[in-house]
């Protein structure tokens, strides 16, 4: 099969499309052929090396988390799943033409939603949804999701006003046309410090960006409320006991992927694809994915 090797960290252009040999699935594992792949910060971060110490790559190596393809092959002790299937998953190693998927993290595509759009959802959906799972937020509560343009901040606003709550998007001041378009209740500039400080108390925070304006939010956080985080958690956290501290880490959950998929399919949730390429252009794919703003990129296997 072809797939983009990687043989040492670097920057994009130790991303190399060359032969591979095929993988062989083994017990309760999925033989798929790839559609697409989608970029993600965790993909491009993975080949600088700055997840070697906890997701290394093995020399020569492949990439990739999110993936949609046919089933093409099962391997013994599989069961749900057969040949033809049209399945999504959160994997490894998905920038290639063919990828092994254990049956247990693999979930069929709701009928009606396109493979390529498929392929965008797994991780960014899946996180959201967790991340403001971790909130605890519930009816009648306000949240904060900040980064709520973002792919992930868009699947944590849908979340919260699945549970009822008063949804405040986060955004910077060039995005609050944007930030119409993510289903909050209203918005406000994170990077204005005067609509910070006239924000009203907080029953929780969902933060998809961290740095400098997390120490600002949490003060914002009522005491006995939650700021969960998918980067690091506010510095000055210490100076807040009464707040409750998650990081979160997103884990695959059929069920929540397919919930998920199922409201973009419905037009319920909008995960904006911002370019399809050749799985032989990932290094362009990843250049432009660092650089930001363009929604999701799609490798198109």
Do not use: W
């Not at 032969?19 to 309760?28: I, N, S």
């Not at 901040?153 to 949804?167: I, L, M």
């Not at 740095?211 to 003060?219: H, S, V």
């Not at 319920?268 to 363009?294: D, M, Y």
């Amino acid at each position: 099969m072809k797939a983009i090797v990687v043989r040492k960290y670097g920057g994009p252009e130790v991303l190399k499309f060359e032969d591979f040999p095929d993988p062989v699935p083994g017990a309760g594992e999925v033989l798929v052929r790839v559609a697409a792949a989608s970029v993600n910060p965790i993909d491009y971060k993975r080949r600088a090396g700055l997840t070697k110490d906890f997701y290394p790559i093995q020399f020569p190596g492949l990439i990739g988390v999110d993936m949609a393809g046919t089933v093409v092959k099962t391997g013994p002790q599989v069961e749900g799943f057969s040949v033809g299937d049209l399945v999504f998953a959160m994997a490894d190693n998905t920038y290639a033409e063919l990828c092994v998927v254990k049956a247990a993290a693999l979930a069929k595509v709701p009928q009606g939603l396109d493979l390529m759009q498929a392929a965008a959802l797994p991780l960014v959906t899946t996180t959201g949804n967790q991340l403001m799972s971790a909130t605890g937020i519930k009816v009648g509560q306000t949240v904060l999701v900040v980064g709520a343009a973002g792919n992930v901040g868009r699947s944590a606003v849908f979340t919260a006003k699945q549970r009822g709550a008063t949804v405040i998007a986060g955004v910077l001041k060039g995005q609050m046309g944007k930030a119409k378009t993510v289903g909050a209740d209203q918005a406000v500039a994170t990077d204005d410090d005067t609509a910070l400080a006239n924000l009203p108390p907080l029953d929780a925070v969902a933060d998809t960006v961290g740095g400098k304006t997390a120490e600002k939010l949490i003060a914002k956080v009522k005491p006995g409320g939650v700021y969960a985080s998918v980067v690091e958690v506010p510095q000055n956290a210490a100076k807040y006991s009464s707040v409750k501290l998650v990081h979160v880490f997103s884990k695959f959950d059929r069920k929540t992927l397919e919930f998920m998929a199922e409201a973009v399919r419905d037009g319920k949730l909008v995960i904006p694809i911002g370019q399809k390429l050749p799985l032989s252009e990932a290094a362009e794919a990843q250049a432009a994915a660092e650089k930001g703003g363009i929604g999701k990129i799609l490798l198109v296997a």
